[in-house]
């Protein structure tokens, strides 16, 4: 496996410094655009890692999975299909009447922040036990990144605004942009990330326990397959075939069911969010292993 | 005229009373549906009434008329173009990239409040003072309607952060909505606005002085037309042909240039968001006396 | 009002020959982009011209105002409000379940050929006909521009089929399309076609008799005030302030009620698809006139 | 296996008869809602069956699974991103310029009939042959359904020139057409479509010999997965979690790699097309077996 890591960051190497680093978030726009890390955690409990694997990065989206995880059934509020518009897109959450299309736009993962929130009294600090029992690693907020987030992030307030007025958030709309800014601004390593993630190629088994029902994990991973990518799951299905989240910090996280987590980051993003350097080198992963879901 | 507006009231009388209240702002929902009132202004300086003509109502809508004419210039911020979109769309505003297509819109009432505000240091101030001035009554912001409207306005939230979020905002957005909703919840009567509004029958020319040069109130009136009633601005021109801007507390005012101005009121509203009774009095008014702009 | 045209001419020169001429009709696309010309129609009967006011060209959707105005009742097939998509647009066509938005656009004109045809049995033969009586000048087909029309004209059937897959045609959807094309591609001159619009500045009254009652040339004006210029309609308004009808061979008709109809061509066209020189030239005749609606 | 789909059949009966047989295609309207019918083929020859799993029943989308399979590449004319707008969307396809969103829906489908046409000379002649191959059954066309369809088919028409108007079309859109709705005008048994589908869980290997290389399957697979099920697929994958196309004439097909194809088919409809009881029953089926993509 080892090798094999080796191999993938050699192929991808002319990728990475590809695409664009996110810069609606000031902060996270400071990231050196050439940066690559990725680490497999296997279900046997072996981490495996290549080139900046242990190196902390921002999130972002990736918290969308362990919030869903921990939120309990958020059904009623949240959707499950695949959206064809941009991840923070306004017309689409009107169409659908303040009922998000899933739990990983940025209007899904307000309402399941709600959710978690009212169960635990503290979204984000729920979120950090779980990643910091999970990956053995403290996960703190990365307070200029949550305060750059907060303080330019009109459209997710905007979101928020919205489905507040479908009457479809619980807690107050300032603190549930508090708790889900915090919650993307999260840093970990790509080896944090994988073992924090193992639960969703054990069965639901983490490290410290259950996390979901078995019957849970397959839902979730299928929604991942079919929602995960922003507006590329297509494409990523189409290429890697695996179920995976992406976030604009660079990060991928994607299960090899029974098998594995890869978690993958690369800040060059593509047009629809998706790591350039990223998606390559799990395609490279998934023809070296031959390992795919189909 | 007196006659004429008798005339309207008695053949509207049956319509009076149908359609819905507006109800998303709580403490407009509790008008009573029954009322009708209709005022004419016209340039020489006759006022006549009919119905509720002298009991306030609260303008809502209405003051997007007097906000534009005294924002000084604003389309580099707005457009002028009809929407097909609800009054309070996120999506058509999505599209046009936080350029509200028109200032008849929440979200280019936003704008246009915004731009008040810089201009003058007190938008609602500016606007109460010209409505004063201009009536003749004093024209006081319902402190009811304002506050109910604050603490349920999520969709004006949510559009004045998508603006905000485009960079188009100039104040904070909590003093914005602050400013607009307050405008809103001016209460006038009938023949207070007919008497406010003169000037865009008289070539820009108000009680207290010019308020616009003539070919910017031909302007404002052209864009009353084409963008004033909502997503039915069609059926308006094909019924009545004049220029009119309505409000969800049942108002509509209308334009005859160089003749008059014409304010009718009945809070039960049609499926676009406008008068029921309020356009079928102007297409009455339109038949008896011929006055169209075609 | 000749010393007007020529000003008027004088004042547009620089623009003319700016925009684009129509190509997607490969026979129009052969039009040399710097023809300008201008007729004024008035309703005493006098006909002033300047340019090549007396060259025919292709009238393209400037025949949608006559196929309307023979076309009878249609208003249970088609609606009147405006569109903010393109012409052509299939979207809006399908939100509106093949109800067109309005008679203007190529759906909508679609849909009064089709009430014209089954109402005459001839529908371009009626429109010739009338053309021919009230302009004075035989109104011919032009084979060459119908026949790249039909041969290229993809978009045309896909809104045909779409409107009739809805069951709103009563006759076939070839045949409604050879008479919507070669409708749109008869020729005629400026100075013909303002003659040939007099009635909807006369309350109806046209050369050989009464076109139509008087209220509904009221509406058929508000209508082209409100539809007429594509998406370009309130941009229209504010500028120019008359009702008119635009078409892609480069024309615009444009009513002053009780006054005149002026037609303008010349060949580039703006984004919207609105001759560019001819926009112009209708906002210096109304400075240099004063006439305008509002 | 043969319990298990005795068992599936059992569990659910009470749905079977629910739902809306597809009614705008007159022919299709005609067929009893209250059948069911079941096939599994496993990847070592066996083939099982329930229910009317040996009547034949109209394939309809079905056939463009195979479609696909037999044109080649067709990717520079067809996206692999699912729809969130039903299967036969104008709306989606212009905004898309022409480029279907994916080849399952029915404007991919045209374009994939078209490039198999441009292949073979004879669409409808090459997938006949190999699904009589595959499956051991003669593949006819039921002409009654082909004709009907082709009558009433003003969508599809519509479909077809629009994608003929941005120029992506080789053949004439009514041979296209012709051959398009030929092959959903097909009807085979389950039993005889799971066999013919059996190449998708072998790695691409067919009765009659290699189908497709082996990196192709997997591909097919997950755009199935991810655009199969019409506006359902996030539902689907929640729920069964394995790649699977359906049909309006009320068959679903599933690829379980490496194990089986399962076909199984119930005419009655949900709200997005897909077969009520189908839905249930391969749900079931990976509840009672275990097997999942997941």
Redesign the interface.
Known sequence: MQSTLEEVAARVRPLVGQGRVASYIPALGEVPVDRFGMAVATVDGEVYGAGDSGRPFSVQSLSKVFTLALAGDVWDRV???????AFD???????DRGMP??PFLNAGALVTTDRLLTRTGDAVGALRRFLTEESGAPATVDGAVAASELATG??N???A??V??YGKLDNP?DDVLDHYVRGCAIALSCADLARAALFLARGGEGRSGRVLPPAD???L???M???GMY?????F??RV?L?AKSGVGGGILAVV?NRCVVCVWSPGLDACGNSVAGVAALEAFTVLTGW???
């Open positions: 959707g499950r299909e695949p959206s064809t518009l897109s306004l017309a689409q959450l009107e169409q299309r899933n009109h459209r307030a905007a979101l605004h919205l507040a007025g709309v994990v397959k839902r991973n299928a929604t397959l079919v929602c507006d590329g799951v297509g494409e299905a189409y075939g179920p069911p795919s879901v189909f």
